[in-house]
């Protein structure tokens, strides 16, 4: 127990590569004395860098007897420990945890912690083996629940689980009265892991009037053309064409660039070469015309 006391406060008072060793030195000790002791420490410590470092050393030995502290921490600690614990809990938690999670979320004010907290919740749901299955709970309290803040993060957690049987959900949030509602969905079909959202970020891209949304969707948009590296180059070069006439700023032009050269056809060099008068991107048009004729 003493050493697990003495490791934790050394990670907590140092930086580097002496912090580093003794996380490493907190994860890899031997025997289930020391999970007990790291457990019990988590409940008793007064110090919040010690605490933090416990909570760590927890998750990374996946000492699932910790859950419950860790929760507690996520509903009553400070801030920064909510967001730690709610951090540690990916490495804990099961699928059966998942309702309890989203109250937690729900109960969440601190925006890092909230983040941390969805991606818990879509850490978790993703280890469901049954693709179209991963986001049953979520679904359901999305569709019944009423607050635009607890719908505002239901809907984010969606866009980080990605599972393509609630995509119906989040593009009937688009047209959500609430603000910070379509917000939520335009993030989540951002964030969409596979590339089924697709031509639902180039929808956004095309028609949003909120240029903050546009260059999410047209990021996305790039993203997930690259999300298929063996589709055919002039399908994927045709599409890279559509989102650079759609690029609302030079850096989602340069981002278009980047990826033509992936894709060497007739129309990506057409694509680049056009570019090449651009005194803005000449630089990066060159570059892709370069790397597509070699």
């Not at 979520?138 to 803040?149: I, M, P, Q």
């Amino acid at each position: 127990g003493r050493s697990v006391v003495f490791l934790a406060t050394k990670a907590a008072r140092t930086t580097g590569a002496e912090q580093d060793a003794a996380r490493e030195a907190l994860a890899r000790l031997k025997g289930l004395d020391v999970d007990a002791a790291v457990l019990e420490h988590i409940t008793k410590t007064a110090d919040e860098a010690v605490n933090a470092e416990l909570v760590q050393a927890a998750s990374a030995r996946r000492v699932a007897g910790a859950k419950p502290a860790l929760m507690g921490l996520v509903k009553a600690g400070s801030p920064a420990l909510k967001t730690r614990a709610a951090a540690a809990l990916r490495s804990i938690a099961g699928q059966a945890d998942i309702p309890d999670l989203l109250d937690l979320l729900g109960g969440l004010d601190d925006e890092t912690a909230r983040e941390a907290m969805e991606d818990t919740v879509a850490s978790v749901a993703r280890t469901n083996p049954r693709e179209l299955a991963r986001a049953g709970e979520v679904k359901a309290r999305l569709t019944a629940e009423k607050d635009a803040k607890k719908r505002t993060d239901l809907l984010r957690v969606l866009g980080k689980i990605g599972d393509d049987s609630t995509l119906p959900l989040v593009r009937t949030a688009l047209a959500d009265p609430d603000g910070t509602v379509v917000d939520a969905a335009v993030r989540a079909l951002a964030d969409w892991p596979t590339v089924a959202a697709r031509d639902d970020v180039l929808d956004v891209a095309r028609k949003s009037l909120v240029l903050n949304h546009r260059v999410l969707a047209m990021r996305a948009y790039v993203r997930m053309i690259g999300l298929e590296p063996n589709r055919s180059p002039e399908g994927a070069a045709a599409d890279l064409l559509k989102a650079l006439a759609l690029a609302p700023r030079l850096e989602e032009k340069k981002l278009v660039l980047g990826l033509l050269a992936h894709f060497p056809c007739v129309t990506a060099l057409k694509t680049a070469e056009s570019l090449l008068s651009d005194p803005a991107v000449a630089a990066e048009a060159k570059l892709a015309a370069d790397r597509i004729r070699n």
